[in-house]
């Protein structure tokens, strides 16, 4: 059975990344690390400089740190001697001596599932295993370590309508869905101790709503996931709210666009929004988006109320400014219904 890289959604998404005008000769014979290796934007960035190897002869060295080898497997194939697997959880000490250029930090949780169901979890990959990962940058003189963050990092803001890189909200840490957004906040000021203390070079990438081939659909609980998840399997989408929410999504491939021109053009210890704002939809009607899209026969179902639900944000959507990304040459390309065709596609 041939890995998921060989998927042809896959393929058409890398060809359509690989037309962008990003500095790909900046990899050439580099190593780069890659922690979570299995999660969506890993597997697709990971894919990407498996394809530079491929059709470009990149000489890229990929370190692929993840806990369950088979899913290693199943997604990338066989090691080789230009892909290693470190099968470990980020909590331990990394076990490699050779040397590393880049670093990605993208080991841990984020679902409402796993909010509920394994916080401390969360928690762990998000302070004890930046603390590895930066130790690791720190003793293989690594020239960048990026990190994925999360937009969830601003807390509470409802002063304001756009939020930028320089502003922050309020998080309460008694609130049970805190676990992630607090890690996360505390990750960051990881990254920025070592940069003063140790000179590493960092980048945290505050994330929002991201989907495509690869998202996790079942026990997630994230909409996109859940939505999806029934049309794939054919069954009616049943709201377990009014709708009335307003969301706006970032397909993977623009998403991992973003990261690399980070990796290689970021300017130092520069946080970064990554999100495309120009997509904005209700719940609703992403429902009946997909709904269409999926042309199965399935029905949308309204729900009642939009009372909050254990494990999910209640602030306030609040746009993020994404000038400073885009000041790297960024823009999206997926429109969000490509984006929808792509993935159920992929998952048919």
């Given at each position: 059975?041939?890995?998921?890289?060989?998927?042809?959604?896959?393929?058409?998404?890398?060809?359509?990344?690989?037309?962008s005008?990003?500095?790909?000769?900046?990899?050439?014979?580099?190593?780069?690390?890659?922690?979570?290796?299995?999660?969506?934007?890993?597997?697709?960035?990971?894919?990407?400089?498996?394809?530079?190897?491929?059709k470009?002869?990149?000489?890229?060295?990929?370190?692929?740190?993840?806990?369950?080898?088979?899913?290693?497997?199943?997604?990338?194939?066989?090691?080789?001697?230009?892909?290693?697997?470190?099968?470990?959880?980020?909590?331990?000490?990394?076990?490699?001596?050779?040397?590393?250029?880049?670093?990605?930090?993208?080991?841990?949780?984020?679902?409402?599932?796993?909010?509920?169901?394994d916080?401390?979890?969360?928690i762990?990959?998000?302070?004890?295993?930046?603390?590895?990962?930066m130790?690791?940058?720190?003793?293989?003189?690594?020239?960048?370590?990026?990190?994925m963050s999360?937009?969830?990092?601003?807390?509470?803001?409802?002063?304001?309508?756009?939020?930028?890189?320089?502003?922050?909200?309020?998080?309460?840490?008694?609130?049970?869905?805190?676990?992630?957004?607090?890690?996360?906040?505390?990750?960051?000021?990881?990254?920025?101790?070592?940069?003063?203390?140790?000179?590493?070079?960092?980048?945290?990438?505050?994330?929002?709503?991201?989907y495509?081939p690869?998202?996790?659909?079942?026990?997630?609980?994230?909409?996109?996931?859940?939505?999806?998840?029934?049309?794939?399997?054919?069954?009616?989408?049943?709201?377990?709210?009014?709708?009335?929410?307003?969301?706006?999504?970032?397909?993977?491939?623009?998403?991992?666009?973003?990261?690399?021109?980070?990796?290689?053009?970021?300017?130092?210890?520069e946080?970064?929004?990554?999100?495309?704002?120009?997509?904005?939809?209700?719940?609703?009607?992403?429902?009946?988006?997909?709904?269409?899209?999926?042309?199965?026969?399935?029905?949308?179902?309204?729900?009642?109320?939009?009372?909050?639900?254990?494990?999910?944000?209640?602030?306030?959507?609040?746009?993020?400014?994404?000038?400073?990304?885009?000041?790297?040459?960024?823009?999206?390309?997926?429109?969000?219904?490509?984006?929808?065709?792509?993935?159920?596609?992929?998952?048919?």
């Amino acid at each position: 059975m041939e890995p998921v890289f060989k998927h042809p959604i896959v393929q058409d998404d890398l060809h359509n990344l690989m037309n962008s005008n990003l500095l790909w000769q900046k990899l050439e014979n580099k190593c780069v690390l890659i922690t979570g290796a299995t999660g969506m934007l890993a597997s697709y960035l990971t894919y990407a400089l498996m394809y530079l190897n491929e059709k470009k002869d990149s000489g890229i060295q990929i370190l692929l740190l993840a806990r369950n080898r088979e899913k290693l497997v199943r997604l990338f194939g066989e090691e080789s001697d230009s892909m290693v697997y470190l099968v470990q959880d980020v909590c331990d000490e990394i076990a490699y001596s050779g040397k590393v250029h880049y670093v990605v930090h993208a080991a841990g949780a984020a679902s409402p599932f796993h909010i509920l169901n394994d916080p401390v979890g969360i928690i762990r990959a998000n302070t004890l295993g930046t603390l590895n990962v930066m130790e690791f940058a720190k003793k293989n003189d690594a020239e960048k370590v990026v990190f994925m963050s999360t937009r969830e990092v601003y807390g509470k803001a409802d002063d304001r309508d756009v939020l930028r890189e320089s502003d922050m909200g309020v998080v309460d840490p008694l609130d049970p869905r805190s676990c992630y957004p607090e890690s996360k906040r505390m990750a960051e000021t990881i990254l920025k101790s070592y940069s003063t203390q140790h000179n590493v070079d960092f980048n945290p990438l505050r994330i929002s709503h991201v989907y495509g081939p690869g998202m996790p659909l079942e026990n997630d609980g994230r909409v996109m996931s859940d939505l999806l998840n029934d049309a794939v399997n054919k069954r009616d989408i049943r709201l377990k709210s009014a709708g009335t929410a307003e969301r706006s999504f970032c397909y993977v491939t623009d998403a991992i666009d973003a990261i690399f021109r980070v990796l290689l053009s970021g300017k130092r210890n520069e946080a970064f929004n990554i999100a495309n704002e120009t997509d904005s939809i209700s719940i609703l009607d992403l429902a009946k988006a997909i709904q269409s899209i999926a042309a199965n026969g399935i029905m949308v179902i309204k729900g009642e109320n939009d009372a909050p639900r254990p494990g999910y944000s209640n602030y306030k959507r609040t746009t993020l400014e994404t000038s400073r990304i885009e000041k790297l040459g960024w823009k999206p390309h997926v429109s969000l219904k490509e984006g929808i065709r792509k993935t159920i596609e992929f998952y048919k």
